[in-house]
């Protein structure tokens, strides 16, 4: 390092160590040459084999902390802070949207030791697939269409009846007006008018 001025009489001029930044310049180079070492050993070495993309095989719980409260403190373990947890990437996500994009997410995968890479199907794989799809189609249409025609037949029954009531309403209902017609003429009769402003003619 540098002297202090006035460390030899009047000679204000800085005097530097030699020695000590030689040192330093051969650790520095030192230093360089072995980071280069290591990059070129990472580029030698294999590279690791991830497996392909694969189906989730379990459903992802969304709702089981739906609507409860939890007391949170200092000391409360990440897991059971407020959110979704991920105990592979040991992280929590706030919402649900956030959480289902972060399980998708390359970082995700790549935890789980996969890529976003998906396998390559073969064409007997995708006529396998489209005879499964078909069955299930089939199955919902057979289920579809037993269970829908009970639907139907219940709400005609339901129509037929709803429509009864309002026709037997509809008959009370005249037959009352006819009633209050009759009292009105015979109202209007003991008064001495001819009506009281219906069309009804009184006999």
Known sequence: MAS????????????????????LAQKRLNEERERERNRD?????PPVKRDLLKHRD????????????????KTTPQAEMGGYYCNVCDCVV?????????????????NLGMSMRVERSS???????FEVNKKKLEEKQKEYD??????ELREEEEKAKA???????????????????????????????SG????????
């Open 4 to 23: 202090g001025s006035g460390s030899k009489g009047n000679d204000f001029r800085r005097k530097w160590d030699k020695d000590e930044y030689e040192n």
């Open 41 to 45: 050993a990472k580029a030698l070495a």
């Open 58 to 73: 379990y459903k992802v719980d969304l709702e089981s902390k739906l609507g409860k409260t939890i007391v949170i403190t």
């Open 94 to 110: 706030k919402d649900s949207i956030n959480f289902l994009d972060h399980i998708n997410g390359k970082k995700h995968q790549r």
């Open 123 to 129: 064409l007997d794989q995708v006529k396998k697939r």
């Open 146 to 151: 037993f269970e829908e025609r009970m639907k």
């Open 163 to 193: 429509y009864k009531k309002e026709k037997l309403k509809e008959r009370k209902r005249r037959a009352e007006d006819d009633l209050d017609l009759e009292e009105d003429d015979e109202m209007a009769a003991i008064m001495g008018f």
């Open 196 to 203: 009281f402003g219906s069309t009804k003619k009184t006999h």
